[in-house]
């Protein structure tokens, strides 16, 4: 058979950049070499697309001024990447190949939130991963939550600030705030993931720092109620319109929450798969979580991330992360390594899934007829 021609995209220009590294190494690694012919493009801080020999080494090394410039794809009629050759007389641009699927492993903005989605979708090309819409209202936790709201799905309580209100007048900020109740209160940007920019706020101070700290990386701040006594649990999700849900696991955070360097760099947080939560518990946050994946027209996968309070075992819906971490710890291939996905295994279904997903986009009329 025909190999397919796989282009994974990495980098980006987000926080996440090196979050996306480490996933992008795992993903590479899982793509079997007798199926797949595999085309390594990064993404610098700056926005250029890079790819060339050992991309990933390169850009993990910060030794990137050997690679080619790529040129992706814009237009229905020329879907082929093209990397640009400085000449004598000039540059000139050349075909590097075409793709049959792009797979994103982008995390945040530029990435994860509809924008590389909507070029992709211009270019008429397949891609693994959520739509425009999907990836964008699944990246934007304010917008987001009023769609749970609406959906009846439960979550937690929470405001949306702009960075100008925070610059501004700060303490009306906090006065607002305050009234979601007691400390205490978490600070965070509303576009982005891997926990980059949260701040667990005990106290004024700490908000006042909180709010600063999330508004280096967005423009729209959330502030969320902080709950007590609480049990965080996440589900994985894999399909376009029959999604499926993976067992469910609970995070131990090492810290005072799941936070980016318990995630990614000391790794210390422990992990309990499955959860050992009851099971009518978990029956219904796997319910929740496809009804989440529903409401806001996801594709591909998605991880959602729940709280369980311990006393009452309400469940609150935290967020739903359409491209998630797919590093060697992240929970998102481990679920479904507990349901009895491999981690290869649940790359190729991926793949199926974005081919699947262009082949429904294909059917759409693109013209009125008579």
């Known amino acids: 058979m025909k190999k397919l021609r796989i282009a994974v995209l990495f980098g980006g220009r987000s926080g996440e950049h090196d979050v996306s590294l480490m996933s992008a190494r795992s993903v590479i690694a899982a793509l079997d070499t007798a199926r797949y012919e595999v085309i390594q493009i990064g993404i610098t801080l700056d926005g250029n697309w890079l790819t060339g020999a050992n991309t990933l080494e390169a850009f993990e090394s910060g030794n990137i001024q050997d690679l080619d410039r790529v040129v992706p794809p814009s237009e229905p009629a020329h879907q082929s990447l093209y990397v640009v050759r ?24 530029f990435g994860e939130d509809g924008t590389l989605q909507g070029l992709l979708e211009l270019a008429d090309v397949a891609y693994v991963g959520a739509g425009v819409a999907g990836s964008s209202v699944g990246m934007d936790k304010g917008i987001f939550k009023d769609v749970m709201r609406a959906n009846g799905i439960p979550i937690v309580e929470s405001i949306l600030v702009l960075r100008g209100e925070i610059e501004n007048d700060m303490n009306a900020v906090i006065e607002k705030a305050e009234k979601l109740g007691a400390y205490p209160l978490f600070a965070k940007p509303a576009n ?7 701040s ?6 700490d908000l006042g720092e909180g709010l600063m700290e999330a508004a280096r990386y967005d423009r729209r701040v959330v502030i969320e109620r902080g709950i007590g ?28 929450f799941y936070s980016y360097e318990s995630k990614y760099v000391d790794g210390t947080s422990g992990l309990i798969i499955p959860s050992q939560l009851p099971v009518e518990v978990t029956d219904k946050i796997r319910e929740y979580a496809v009804c989440a994946y529903k409401a806001i027209d996801c594709a591909g996968m998605a991880r959602a991330d729940f709280f369980v309070d311990n006393d009452t075992n309400q469940i609150y819906l935290n967020e739903l992360n359409t491209l998630p971490g797919f590093t060697s710890i992240s929970m998102y291939p481990k679920l479904w390594q ?11 279904r991926l793949i199926e899934l974005a081919l699947e997903r262009k082949a429904q986009r294909d059917h759409t009329e693109r013209r009125r007829t008579a």
């Open 86 to 109: 400085s000449t004598k007389t000039g540059d000139v641009l050349e075909t590097l190949a075409g793709v049959d699927v792009f797979y994103p492993v982008l995390h945040g903005p």
């Open 192 to 198: 982005l993931g891997s926990s980059v920019g949260i």
């Open 200 to 205: 667990k706020c005990n106290s004024r101070s």
């Open 229 to 256: 006594n609480v049990r965080e649990v996440e589900v994985s999700v894999l399909g376009n319109e029959d999604p499926q849900t993976s067992v469910c696991g609970e995070v131990l955070p090492s810290r005072e």
């Open 338 to 348: 507990a349901s009895g996905v491999t981690y290869p295994q649940l790359v190729d």
